[in-house]
């Protein structure tokens, strides 16, 4: 059985760090592409960070880059999401998710997510 | 950055109804679109891929069409379980969501 369990969120201030963690099991972590899914309360689902399986090409969103950093440790069956520089809206649960079926031109993919994990809460505020 | 806009945003219906939820793209995405169920408190649930193809375990009563910027989810006959929020998602260009169709009880 597939399985994704985050943990590490938490209440940290305005300009604070988190590092949320996602283990997985059940799949070889290292043969497929995992990401980050946030939604913040009461609002829809917003992408934030996806990296392929090896660990080699990864993709932020926008309101993201250059403050969190994705990255994978496949022997320990782990994703990460390092959280710099957090800001209000930045608060959100945050979930990671397996990839599902995807679409590959070169490094520029893109894939539906078929597996999720319950998600971990992170709250930024003073 | 591809925007995708669903509607309607609140759906009010009855236990049997059909009740089919539309999904556009800013632009062309091809089939690359997915659609998820939300449940309050839970994580989404992937229900299908490319369009029209249904996760596995997923009731046939729900399904998908459409192509380029235009997209449907229709759930067939609607049942006690399936009041929730539906997502759907583009994987043509990075990853966009929806804002969203609660279903609710009528």
């Known amino acids: 059985e597939v399985q994704l369990l985050e943990s590490g969120g938490g209440l940290v201030q305005p300009g604070g760090s988190l590092r949320l963690s996602c283990a997985v099991s059940?799949?070889?972590?290292?043969?497929?592409?995992t990401g980050w899914v946030r939604q913040a309360p009461g609002k829809g689902l917003e992408w934030v960070s996806a990296m392929s399986g090896n660990g080699e090409v990864k993709w932020d969103a926008d309101s993201v880059k250059g403050r969190f950093t994705i990255s994978r440790d496949n022997p320990k069956n782990t994703l990460y999401l390092q959280m710099n520089s957090l800001r209000v809206e930045d608060t959100a649960v945050y979930y990671c998710?397996?990839?599902?079926?995807?679409?590959?031109?070169?490094?520029?993919?893109?894939?539906?997510?078929?597996?999720w994990g319950r998600g971990t809460v992170v709250t930024v505020s003073s | 950055d591809i925007q995708m806009t669903q509607s309607p945003s609140t759906l009010s219906a009855s236990v049997g109804d059909r009740v089919t939820i539309t999904c556009r793209a800013s632009q062309s995405i091809s089939s690359w679109l997915a659609w998820y169920q939300q449940k309050p408190g839970k994580a989404p649930k992937l229900l299908i891929y490319?369009?029209?193809t249904l996760e596995s375990g997923v009731p046939s009563r729900f399904s998908g069409s459409g192509s380029g910027t235009e997209f449907t989810l229709t759930i067939s006959s609607l049942q006690p379980d399936d009041f929730a929020t539906y997502y759907c998602q583009q994987y043509n260009s990075a990853w966009t969501f929806g804002q969203g169709t609660k279903v609710e009880i009528k």
């Open positions: 998710a397996k990839r599902g079926d995807f679409r590959c031109g070169g490094n520029d993919c893109s894939f539906a997510f078929d597996a």
């Open positions: 490319k369009t029209s």
């Open positions: 059940g799949f070889t972590f290292s043969v497929y592409a």
